[in-house]
């Protein structure tokens, strides 16, 4: 958080970045994108870098209480007929775990990590729209709250991740639980897509002059094309939820076979979101990776156009496989056998990238640092989890093992091996960005081996489990079915992988204390961010880089070339254009506002009135009105009225 | 690898070599140059997908009854009809706001946004009628929820953008109809041919699909 003083309003207009050098720049500019100490400065704030923040901070709260849930059931399963917790509360756990899981760990961290790092890497001082990323994050943090708050309160969701009808519907869901699951999901996809367009637009329009889209940091493009993913598949499943909530509430028929209705509508409409939605949470992956392995390699990547290539066709293809989640369900031959081509297809471009990434490491002088150990378990981990998926992509196998532990272990081999292994190697590589302080590789090397090793001990077994016939969410099992001692094995890893989770969260803690000093580029890398300082200043760049090259920072390393000419004296920023990153406009970024809040809430209150009586969703247009108002009408600063 | 291994200076530095000047650029733009035309196209994307997966729902239900409608006639499809030509309609006037905005002639933007303020206020009275003569209610069966469904999703659309057309209406009479305020009013416009052309599939699936 910055320490600035209330902003300087008595300026000459026309102060530029001309008319001031070195510290004075600094601290003026510094002054003017700050974000303000008090309690109602720190909420209006609409700096991408305090909102990533926080973003990346929740997320990862949510993680946390996504692992606990999985700890209580592995504890609950460890044993045949175990009675730590009853079929009740396991049944909530299973969806809690899930649901967090998901949607409020699994889409928002790569939307998080994108929103702190995105705006740097492109040279530009906020992120497009900063008071809808400010909106935003209250809302996906309302939206994890009510679903955590109802679930202490005994009403969490015990419907699945995924909340079929009619298990969900109003015959066999009585109560608010569903209505619950239904609402977190308008909550998160909200904030999601609203993330989503501010990333789009940002990378297509303020990019820094002279990125042109061949020197578009891979992580960008990644993030780019995620975006796009999450444009295109996030409205699937709010109309599927919104559907849902309909049945439940006013006593539509949409899923309800008896009236002309149809249960696996919404399978369809979740599964079109739904298998996107592993990509979603792949590519940002995809993006730490191809982050870190220059980096550590010493080398540009191999084969960017390539890889670039790779992710827009993923991008496309992921469209195209929903329903291998639905072979089971007898739909004709000749759409399954459609949906099997099209799920192995899919391992073309992704095969391509995993080899390009070896193809650099191969040719680097790799420098064996945490976040490299990290992407190491990610090749081992995915590569095995992809393995597994082509064996599920095949109708009669995935009949055999449908809803078994097999698929357990096959989707969590993909989703933490694809996310959360890159995931945690990334956190190892911007702490010093985001912090100022390096995380002590001592305790990196200790939860890199404790989470490799934890994981494969947890999962490999659930293979062979599923294998042996074991059903995916039952909360116990009888001795004669002979699970026991893999079950058990498999509680004993997950309890070393959450002691490896343990170690990361001491890491962060200790280390923002007491790591050693950054500078602004501890691992000589290429891209911009590592052009600012660590943390980097409210305005993120004193001046604009003008970019030559796709690793500006090891192309100019006399230092770089800049723009000049923006304002001194309020937020502006450059707009660019699309293709070849052209300056077009001097453009004012918005101000601090408490607005986004305000109407967070108001959104909010309607979203949680709305599961108890449609006539919410009236009484809560005037206020939302209202907060939306007094967020756009101007207040004759000098960022409005330039 | 404390000591850095690439030499580079943080920005700020005194020496940074001043390459392009960025001064001479106007302060806002239409069309594609602005971000908001960009973002207002994402937000195209996204409720045009929420849209055609509506729509898609609808020829789902229609494919899977054996007889569609299910109810004893299809709608009565004047009200929609009006509205649909007013709406067409109204493509004209919305095209006079873009391109006076454009010229930043403040009289005549405020006219239009007077005209274009009542043209949606009609049309969101028109839709309220339309429910009236749909001959089917939303918990009915399945027909009459999905039918209900489509209607009401644009109604949304409309309501907003009425209420975006009314503020910056009001907006315009005061003191800060200036400068960058004429490409919010461009950016308006360009939100409204949205909210026009993603009709003309929903009134023909409502209206026209029953009657087939």
């Given at each position: 958080?910055?320490?600035?003083?209330?902003?300087?309003?008595?300026?000459?207009?026309?102060?530029?970045?001309?008319?001031?050098?070195?510290?004075?720049?600094?601290?003026?500019?510094?002054?003017?994108?700050?974000?303000?100490?008090?309690?109602?400065?720190?909420?209006?704030?609409?700096?991408?870098?305090?909102?990533?923040?926080?973003?990346?901070?929740?997320?990862?709260?949510?993680?946390?209480?996504?692992?606990?849930?999985?700890?209580?059931?592995?504890?609950?399963?460890?044993?045949?007929?175990?009675?730590?917790?009853?079929?009740?509360?396991?049944?909530?756990?299973?969806?809690?775990?899930?649901?967090?899981?998901?949607?409020?760990?699994?889409?928002?961290?790569?939307?998080?990590?994108?929103?702190?790092?995105?705006?740097?890497?492109?040279?530009?001082?906020?992120?497009?729209?900063?008071?809808?990323?400010?909106?935003?994050?209250?809302?996906?943090?309302?939206?994890?709250?009510?679903?955590?708050?109802?679930?202490?309160?005994?009403?969490?969701?015990?419907?699945?991740?995924?909340?079929?009808?009619?298990?969900?519907?109003?015959?066999?869901?009585?109560?608010?639980?569903?209505?619950?699951?239904?609402?977190?999901?308008?909550?998160?996809?909200?904030?999601?897509?609203?993330?989503?367009?501010?990333?789009?637009?940002?990378?297509?329009?303020?990019?820094?002059?002279?990125?042109?889209?061949?020197?578009?940091?891979?992580?960008?493009?990644?993030?780019?094309?995620?975006?796009?993913?999450?444009?295109?598949?996030?409205?699937?499943?709010?109309?599927?939820?919104?559907?849902?909530?309909?049945?439940?509430?006013?006593?539509?028929?949409?899923?309800?076979?008896?009236?002309?209705?149809?249960?696996?509508?919404?399978?369809?409409?979740?599964?079109?979101?739904?298998?996107?939605?592993?990509?979603?949470?792949?590519?940002?992956?995809?993006?730490?990776?191809?982050?870190?392995?220059?980096?550590?390699?010493?080398?540009e990547i191999f084969g960017y156009l390539a890889l670039v290539l790779s992710l827009i066709?993923?991008?496309?293809?992921?469209?195209?496989?929903?329903?291998?989640?639905?072979?089971?369900?007898?739909?004709?031959?000749?759409?399954?056998?459609?949906?099997?081509?099209?799920?192995?297809?899919?391992?073309?471009?992704?095969?391509?990238?995993?080899?390009?990434?070896?193809?650099?490491?191969?040719?680097?002088?790799?420098?064996?640092?945490?976040?490299?150990?990290?992407?190491?378990?990610?090749?081992?981990?995915?590569?095995?989890?992809?393995?597994?998926?082509?064996?599920?992509?095949?109708?009669?196998?995935?009949?055999?093992?449908?809803?078994?532990?097999?698929?357990?272990?096959?989707?969590?081999?993909?989703?933490?091996?694809?996310?959360?292994?890159?995931?945690?190697?990334?956190?190892?590589?911007?702490?010093?960005?985001?912090?100022?302080?390096?995380?002590?590789?001592?305790?990196?090397?200790?939860?890199?081996?404790?989470?490799?090793?934890?994981?494969?001990?947890?999962?490999?077994?659930?293979?062979?489990?599923?294998?042996?016939?074991?059903?995916?969410?039952?909360?116990?099992?009888?001795?004669?079915?002979?699970?026991?001692?893999?079950?058990?094995?498999?509680?004993?890893?997950?309890?070393?992988?959450?002691?490896?989770?343990?170690?990361?969260?001491?890491?962060?803690?200790?280390?923002?204390?007491?790591?050693?000093?950054?500078?602004?580029?501890?691992?000589?890398?290429?891209?911009?961010?590592?052009?600012?300082?660590?943390?980097?200043?409210?305005?993120?760049?004193?001046?604009?880089?003008?970019?030559?090259?796709?690793?500006?920072?090891?192309?100019?390393?006399?230092?770089?070339?800049?723009?000049?000419?923006?304002?001194?004296?309020?937020?502006?920023?450059?707009?660019?254009?699309?293709?070849?990153?052209?300056?077009?406009?001097?453009?004012?970024?918005?101000?601090?506002?408490?607005?986004?809040?305000?109407?967070?809430?108001?959104?909010?209150?309607?979203?949680?009135?709305?599961?108890?009586?449609?006539?919410?969703?009236?009484?809560?247009?005037?206020?939302?009105?209202?907060?939306?108002?007094?967020?756009?009408?101007?207040?004759?600063?000098?960022?409005?009225?330039? | 690898?404390?000591?850095?291994?690439?030499?580079?200076?943080?920005?700020?530095?005194?020496?940074?070599?001043?390459?392009?000047?960025?001064?001479?650029?106007?302060?806002?733009?239409?069309?594609?140059?602005?971000?908001?035309?960009?973002?207002?196209?994402?937000?195209?994307?996204?409720?045009?997908?929420?849209?055609?997966?509506?729509?898609?729902?609808?020829?789902?239900?229609?494919?899977?009854?054996?007889?569609?409608?299910?109810?004893?006639?299809?709608?009565?499809?004047?009200?929609?009809?009006?509205?649909?030509?007013?709406?067409?309609?109204?493509?004209?006037?919305?095209?006079?706001?873009?391109?006076?905005?454009?010229?930043?002639?403040?009289?005549?933007?405020?006219?239009?946004?007077?005209?274009?303020?009542?043209?949606?206020?009609?049309?969101?009275?028109?839709?309220?009628?339309?429910?009236?003569?749909?001959?089917?209610?939303?918990?009915?069966?399945?027909?009459?929820?999905?039918?209900?469904?489509?209607?009401?999703?644009?109604?949304?659309?409309?309501?907003?953008?009425?209420?975006?057309?009314?503020?910056?209406?009001?907006?315009?009479?005061?003191?800060?109809?200036?400068?960058k305020r004429f490409s919010d009013v461009g950016d308006n416009a360009f939100y409204w041919?949205?909210?026009?052309?993603?009709?003309?599939?929903?009134?023909?699936?409502?209206?026209?699909?029953?009657?087939?």
């Amino acid at each position: 958080m910055s320490d600035a003083a209330p902003l300087p309003r008595d300026l000459p207009r026309d102060l530029r970045d001309t008319d001031l050098d070195g510290p004075a720049l600094s601290e003026r500019l510094a002054r003017i994108w700050g974000t303000g100490r008090g309690v109602i400065a720190r909420l209006s704030s609409v700096d991408h870098k305090v909102i990533g923040r926080r973003y990346i901070a929740t997320a990862f709260l949510f993680l946390f209480l996504g692992g606990l849930t999985a700890i209580v059931m592995r504890l609950q399963l460890a044993r045949p007929e175990n009675g730590l917790v009853g079929p009740d509360t396991y049944n909530q756990l299973f969806t809690m775990h899930g649901s967090t899981m998901m949607f409020l760990f699994g889409v928002p961290i790569g939307e998080a990590m994108a929103v702190y790092l995105v705006p740097l890497m492109v040279g530009t001082r906020n992120i497009a729209f900063p008071r809808l990323n400010a909106f935003s994050y209250w809302v996906y943090l309302s939206g994890g709250l009510f679903l955590w708050i109802s679930f202490l309160l005994n009403i969490g969701p015990d419907v699945g991740w995924f909340a079929y009808v009619p298990l969900s519907g109003p015959e066999y869901s009585p109560g608010k639980r569903a209505d619950v699951w239904a609402q977190m999901i308008t909550f998160t996809e909200l904030s999601g897509l609203a993330v989503a367009v501010e990333i789009i637009v940002t990378v297509l329009k303020q990019r820094a002059p002279g990125m042109t889209l061949d020197r578009i940091p891979l992580f960008v493009w990644a993030l780019f094309v995620n975006s796009f993913i999450i444009v295109f598949a996030l409205p699937a499943v709010m109309l599927a939820s919104t559907f849902l909530i309909l049945d439940r509430l006013i006593g539509t028929q949409l899923f309800n076979p008896a009236e002309g209705g149809d249960a696996l509508l919404f399978q369809h409409l979740f599964w079109f979101f739904g298998h996107p939605e592993v990509y979603i949470i792949f590519l940002p992956g995809t993006a730490f990776v191809s982050a870190i392995i220059p980096t550590f390699a010493r080398r540009e990547i191999f084969g960017y156009l390539a890889l670039v290539l790779s992710l827009i066709a993923t991008g496309f293809l992921s469209f195209g496989l929903w329903v291998h989640h639905m072979f089971t369900t007898g739909l004709p031959q000749l759409g399954a056998a459609f949906f099997t081509a099209s799920s192995m297809l899919i391992a073309i471009p992704n095969g391509l990238q995993i080899f390009c990434w070896i193809a650099t490491l191969w040719d680097g002088r790799p420098v064996w640092r945490t976040p490299l150990l990290f992407v190491c378990g990610f090749f081992f981990v995915f590569v095995a989890g992809g393995l597994s998926g082509i064996m599920l992509a095949s109708v009669p196998i995935d009949t055999q093992v449908h809803d078994t532990y097999f698929v357990v272990a096959h989707f969590h081999y993909v989703l933490i091996g694809g996310n959360v292994f890159p995931l945690l190697g990334a956190i190892y590589y911007w702490f010093p960005k985001f912090t100022g302080r390096l995380m002590s590789e001592r305790l990196g090397r200790w939860n890199f081996w404790l989470v490799f090793v934890g994981f494969n001990v947890a999962f490999f077994p659930m293979h062979i489990s599923g294998l042996m016939g074991m059903p995916r969410r039952v909360y116990t099992y009888g001795p004669e079915m002979g699970w026991g001692d893999l079950q058990m094995l498999s509680t004993a890893g997950a309890l070393v992988l959450f002691s490896g989770f343990l170690v990361f969260f001491w890491n962060v803690a200790a280390s923002l204390r007491r790591g050693d000093i950054a500078g602004p580029n501890p691992w000589g890398a290429g891209t911009l961010e590592w052009a600012a300082a660590s943390p980097p200043a409210p305005q993120n760049f004193d001046r604009i880089p003008l970019v030559t090259h796709r690793e500006p920072l090891w192309a100019e390393r006399a230092g770089l070339p800049v723009a000049t000419g923006l304002s001194a004296a309020y937020r502006e920023l450059v707009v660019t254009s699309v293709a070849e990153a052209e300056p077009q406009l001097r453009e004012a970024s918005p101000e601090p506002s408490i607005w986004p809040l305000v109407a967070a809430l108001a959104v909010g209150a309607t979203f949680i009135g709305s599961i108890f009586t449609p006539h919410a969703v009236l009484w809560g247009l005037p206020p939302i009105a209202a907060a939306l108002t007094g967020w756009f009408w101007p207040k004759g600063t000098p960022e409005d009225e330039a | 690898m404390n000591a850095p291994v690439t030499e580079t200076r943080p920005s700020g530095a005194d020496e940074q070599r001043n390459a392009y000047d960025l001064s001479r650029l106007p302060t806002y733009g239409f069309g594609a140059k602005s971000p908001m035309w960009w973002g207002t196209l994402g937000f195209f994307a996204i409720e045009g997908m929420g849209f055609a997966l509506a729509l898609g729902t609808y020829l789902y239900l229609l494919q899977l009854n054996p007889s569609w409608p299910l109810a004893p006639a299809p709608p009565d499809h004047w009200a929609g009809t009006l509205n649909t030509v007013l709406l067409l309609a109204s493509l004209w006037p919305n095209r006079v706001a873009d391109r006076n905005a454009r010229r930043q002639d403040l009289g005549r933007v405020r006219r239009d946004l007077i005209v274009m303020s009542l043209v949606g206020l009609a049309s969101v009275t028109l839709r309220l009628y339309e429910f009236t003569g749909l001959g089917v209610s939303w918990d009915q069966n399945a027909y009459g929820s999905i039918t209900w469904v489509l209607l009401a999703l644009h109604l949304t659309h409309l309501v907003t953008d009425v209420g975006d057309t009314l503020v910056l209406a009001a907006l315009m009479f005061t003191r800060h109809a200036t400068g960058k305020r004429f490409s919010d009013v461009g950016d308006n416009a360009f939100y409204w041919y949205f909210v026009v052309l993603s009709w003309l599939p929903i009134y023909l699936a409502v209206y026209w699909l029953p009657r087939w």
